[in-house]
T-cell receptor, first 114, second 111 residues
């Protein structure tokens, strides 16, 4: 699990600001998943990306949220004009393939909107 | 009804006790995962199962595909086992390896 690096670990934003969450997958992994854990709730799928492609974004809110996984560099989850309800822990998981393999999770980014 | 249900939601045990956490799911799956999350911490993958039983140290995970049920057992529990244990499944119909999670079981082991 040490291989998936998320930063920052903690992020505080005022309402209306932008939040950028970064995820560097395990070296060699080309499949990245973002999950959100709202306070006192379970984890929920947001988006699944392969290098340069969004495969499934069915769990992502239609507005203000976007994700990318460029050819070079980390995957970015971007939240524009944050609201208090966006406060949550955001986890990234990476896999080497799309097949059935163990998922490696990052430590998460805890976003607090004040 | 959630696709993945865990029980109990909370569990308190004395050090040394045997602990069982249950997970039931309603969809066809290709794999089931047991995960561990410490307070304020990241998520660690404990097991990935598609059939039968796996053991790692004091942890044992079993799955019954026909009954759509899995259990996670902790033998000789220790205070450091205190964490939230999460069951997650990979839906056969889902793209890639997207996980659907249970609500978690909060385990507290008292010394």
């Amino acid at each position: 699990n040490a291989g998936v690096m998320q930063n920052p670990r903690h992020l505080v934003r005022r309402r209306g600001q932008e939040a950028r969450l970064r995820c560097s997958p395990v070296k060699g992994h080309s499949h990245v998943y973002w999950y959100r854990q709202l306070p006192e709730e379970g984890l929920k799928f947001m988006v699944y990306l392969q290098k340069e492609n969004i495969i499934d974004e069915s769990g992502m809110p239609k507005e203000r949220f976007s994700a990318e996984f460029p050819k070079e560099g980390p995957s970015i989850l971007r939240i524009q004009q944050v609201v208090r309800g966006d406060s949550a822990a955001y986890f990234c998981a990476s896999l080497i393939t799309s097949g059935i393999t163990e998922a490696f999770f990052g430590q998460g980014t805890r976003l607090t909107v004040v | 009804k959630n696709e993945v249900e865990q029980s109990p939601q909370n569990l308190t045990a004395q050090e040394g006790e045997f602990i069982t956490i249950n997970c039931s799911y309603s969809v066809g799956i290709s794999a089931l995962h047991w995960l561990q999350q410490h307070p304020g911490g990241g998520i660690v993958s404990l097991f990935m199962l598609s059939s039968g039983k796996k053991k790692h140290g004091r942890l044992i995970a079993t799955i019954n595909i026909q009954e759509k049920h899995s259990s996670l057992h902790i033998t000789a529990s220790h205070p450091r086992d205190s964490a939230v244990y999460i069951c997650a499944v990979t839906d056969l119909k889902a793209a890639g390896n997207k996980l659907t999670f249970g609500g978690g079981t909060r385990v507290l082991v008292k010394p």
